[in-house]
């Protein structure tokens, strides 16, 4: 069965600190993976993807993510956070012929001053 | 390019209401998706539609939602009658592949 499971429900970093958010999935063929951001009140925004080829994908806002099959993992990491980057975190799994993409149930960050 | 369109952006009613949500998607993409967002289950997909044609439906919680997609530029999700426990985050997305571009919600609140 596809699956995604982010373990961390929040995560609290301070100003400046490094960050990675963890993500694992099952899926039955080579994925799609994805990252979206999701602030207060706003919808989800694609921070970044993973489709083939190179396995550290570069996303907007500093953000990237490393693609670990041997680990079906997908962790989301930035060297140095920003107060602006408090929001929800959802990792996403899908397939080139599947119109379905399954979410995470998301990870929320809190940014410590 | 005006992203995917939601109105209303906040809707109260009453128990027992009608409400319709709507939704215009990206123009150029073929399939709609609606969501729903909850603290306790987290985001959940409802419906969605590819070329206008509903695909894949088991989503729909029960037969009190329902929902439509007369052209490739307007959809609806309706909720009749409406229940308290229906209260969420709607979220209408569209894609061309696999990428969705969401809208940014509905919220429902059925006292």
């Known amino acids: 069965a596809q699956s995604v499971t982010q373990p961390d429900i929040h995560i609290t970093v301070s100003e400046g600190a490094s960050l990675e958010l963890r993500c694992n999935y099952s899926?039955?063929?080579?994925?799609?993976l994805f990252w979206y951001v999701q602030s207060p009140g706003q919808g989800l925004q694609l921070l970044l993807k993973?489709?083939?080829?190179?396995?550290l994908v570069q996303g907007i806002k500093g953000f990237e993510a490393e693609f670990k099959r041997s680990q079906s993992s997908f962790n989301l990491r930035k060297p140095s956070v920003h107060w602006s980057d408090a929001a929800e975190y959802f990792c996403a799994v899908g397939g080139n012929r599947d119109d379905k993409i399954i979410f995470g149930k998301g990870t929320r960050l809190h940014i410590l001053p | 390019d005006a992203g995917v369109i939601q109105s209303p952006r906040h809707e109260v009613t009453e128990m027992g209401q009608e409400v319709t949500l709507r939704c215009k998607p990206i123009s150029g993409h073929n399939s709609l998706f609606w969501y729903r967002q909850t603290m306790m289950r987290g985001l959940e997909l409802l419906i969605y539609f590819n070329n206008n044609v509903p695909i894949d439906d088991s989503g729909m919680p029960e037969d009190r939602f329902s929902a439509k997609m007369p052209n490739a530029s307007f959809s609806t999700l309706k909720i009749q009658p409406s229940e308290p426990r229906d209260s969420a985050v709607y979220f209408c997305?569209?894609?061309?592949?696999?990428?969705?571009?969401f809208g940014p919600g509905t919220r429902l609140t059925v006292l």
């Open positions: 899926y039955g063929a080579t994925p799609y």
């Open positions: 993973y489709f083939s080829g190179d396995t």
């Open positions: 997305a569209s894609s061309l592949g696999p990428l969705r571009y």
